[in-house]
């Protein structure tokens, strides 16, 4: 497709817009993305364009003020082929095409001269005000374009504005498949004049050379030949390469006319444009690469947490990941009901998805608030874990916030029955120790996770949670650093009993995270000092007391009914071998015999 050209009085006055095939648009003061803001004479809405089979159609709207000049008539509707224009007001606007190939039939230069990047890095500028004025405006002017394409647009229309004496601006790219070169995209000062075709060998020179090179053309006025040869409309051009990209293949081709200069005019009066437009392309260049980043980074962040991105920025990614121990806390986090949801929901397993995408989604943005590294999924639960690649002193502190934060948002999620989540529910599992963290797995696949005792451990009291009938589980050390360092405004923790968990042979000391009493009003402080009494009273032999005592706690409590039903199947009478520790996985009541 061609592209229009809208060209005011002003060097600034400026636009270039594909032309889209078989769709009408309309170009006028107001016309959104074809806007002509700067001319007075142009109408809100002043003509419509379409292009098909080769030509553009253009017809004045009738409500408009002025005008439409075409070959120096006014004209109501007309067809315009390429390298043809049409005015409004003070505005010309041109149809071109969209590429421009380098010729092989420019004369020999009769100077040339390639000038280093670090030439340049030397070179002052005589007039420094308005060149650093320009180029400090670049960095706004880039990001404005949205993509790589509207950016090299961008250049070149501040090229072409900034450089009085040139008449072409384009940026030539060499084919890594062809070996052909195209000029795209490319600006003309003057669409009245022939277009400057790109002289070939300048442009390989410049990039093959990776330096800025300069030919001129002109002639000395007493050769016996012409007084000089213009190549194409320009006696000069210059091309400097764009070493700011990964793989050099393209560069800024700038040729125009000397004014005002003598018989013989040398590259000196060129050195103060060429670096400017070096400037000028480095700048693009850095700003392209921010972006690309940028870009990396947000993908990265989908599977890689932010604080190992951070990491990453500062070190060797090979060392930085590389396995090592540290001290870590664990979470583990599992829905509740999809198993039940996944039979009722067989006819919509795509909407069922939907949801538990959305229920990590809760997981994970809470483990990454919280400064932790989402380690792994399965299924439909989650893990997450602290103390890696930066060690955090606060691991069991910043786990057991990021818990509650998921158990809020799944409280409030049930309270509406028509959100997504109201019919889910979550248990977690948190445990704090030694372990092995880094880019674990095999030769052909690893991730980024947690190995060790403690991610079985927390792994087992997110499954307990389902039979202590409690949304969080915490070990002892982390119960303990919790209890130590954490105010009960921000977290409360309850101790729940000593269990033998299903092959294990140590005893395991459980207790509950809760939140604060203004948060979960439910159970007051009051209620858990009673239960943590009837557990004292359970673990010094006297049932019936226990027994009592939990009757005190509040029928909305969950979690004691686990000790209750334990205390009842046995009669209210401890064994004579019972050693403190409540069984699980297995009938749980004690029996004296074999």
């Known amino acids: 497709m061609p592209d229009l050209i809208a060209q005011g009085a002003l060097p600034e006055q400026r636009w270039r817009r594909k032309v889209p095939f078989g769709e009408a648009v309309a170009v006028g003061r107001s016309a959104g993305r074809w806007s002509v803001p700067w001319d007075d004479r142009v109408s809100r809405t002043h003509v419509r364009l379409s292009f098909e089979d080769g030509q553009l159609s253009v017809a004045r709207v009738p409500e408009s003020l002025n005008p439409v000049f075409y070959q120096g008539t006014a004209r109501d509707q007309f067809e315009l082929r390429c390298g043809e224009h049409f005015v409004i007001g003070s505005t010309t606007f041109s149809l071109v095409e969209q590429n421009l190939g380098a010729t092989l039939d420019a004369p020999p230069p009769v100077t040339e ?20 004025d320009a180029l400090s405006q670049l960095p706004e002017i880039f990001s404005a374009a949205v993509t790589d394409e509207e950016q090299s647009w961008k250049l070149v229309e501040v090229l072409l504005a900034s450089i009085p004496q040139a008449n072409f601006v384009g940026i030539a790219e060499v084919s ?40 001129i053309w002109r002639r000395d006025a007493s050769d016996s030949e012409t007084s000089f040869t213009q190549h194409d409309g320009a006696d000069w051009a210059f091309c400097v390469p764009l070493t700011s990209e990964a793989s050099c293949t393209r560069a800024v081709y700038v040729a125009g006319n000397f004014s005002n200069v003598g018989p013989k005019p040398t590259s000196n009066l060129l050195t103060e444009d060429v ?22 980074t947000a993908s990265l962040r989908q599977f890689i947490s932010p604080v190992v991105i951070e990491t990453l920025v500062d070190q060797d990614p090979e060392l ?27 006819d919509d397993l795509l909407g069922l998805l939907h949801r538990v995408s959305d229920a990590l989604g809760v997981m994970t943005r809470q483990i990454l608030a919280h400064g932790g590294v989402v380690g792994d999924f399965h299924g439909d639960a989650a893990m997450g874990f602290w103390g890696w690649p930066l060690a955090q002193e606060d691991t069991a502190a910043r786990a057991c916030q990021a818990a509650l934060a998921i158990r809020r948002e799944f409280a409030d999620a049930a309270i509406d029955p028509r959100h997504p989540l109201s019919d889910f529910r979550m248990g977690i599992g948190i445990a704090s120790g030694r372990a092995v963290a880094g880019k ?88 858990i000092a009673v239960y943590e009494q009837a557990l004292d009273a359970l673990a010094g032999r006297d049932w019936e007391r226990s027994f009592l005592l939990l009757h005190q706690v509040p029928a909305t409590d969950r979690v004691k009914d686990f000790l209750t039903v334990f205390i009842a199947q046995n009669n209210r009478t401890p064994p004579s071998g019972w050693d403190g520790t409540v069984p699980l996985g297995r009938a749980s009541r004690i029996s004296d015999g074999p």
Not at 181 to 207: C, G, K, Y
Not at 275 to 296: C, P, Q, S
Not at 488 to 506: E, H, K, L, N, W
Request: proline share 5%.
């Open 113 to 132: 001269e390639t000038i280093s990047y670090e030439f340049l890095q030397e070179l002052r500028f005589r007039d420094a005000d308005r060149r650093i």
């Open 320 to 346: 930085a990941l590389a396995p090592r121990e540290a001290d870590v806390s664990v979470l583990f986090c599992d829905l509740r009901g999809f198993s039940r949801r996944t039979e009722q929901e067989a």
């Open 176 to 215: 890594t498949s062809s070996d052909e070169i195209t000029t795209m995209p490319w600006e003309r000062r003057d669409f009245q004049r022939d277009a400057n075709l790109p002289s070939e060998r300048l442009i390989r020179q410049a990039i093959e050379s990776q330096a800025s090179v300069v030919h």
């Open 440 to 527: 674990i797995g095999t030769v052909d696949q690893v991730k980024v996770t947690v190995f060790g005792p403690v991610v079985n451990l927390a792994s087992r009291l997110e499954t307990m949670t389902k039979t202590l009938r409690a949304s969080i589980l915490l070990d002892d050390s982390t119960a303990g650093y919790i209890r130590e360092h954490v105010p009960t405004t921000r977290a409360r923790v309850r101790r729940i009993a000593s269990v033998r968990p299903d092959g294990m042979a140590t005893p395991l000391e459980v207790s509950e995270l809760l939140p604060s009493a203004t948060e979960f009003p439910e159970l007051s402080d009051d209620a």
């Open 275 to 296: 670096k400017f437009v070096d400037l000028a392309a480095r700048t693009l260049g850095h700003l392209r690469g921010l972006r690309r980043f940028e870009r990396e």
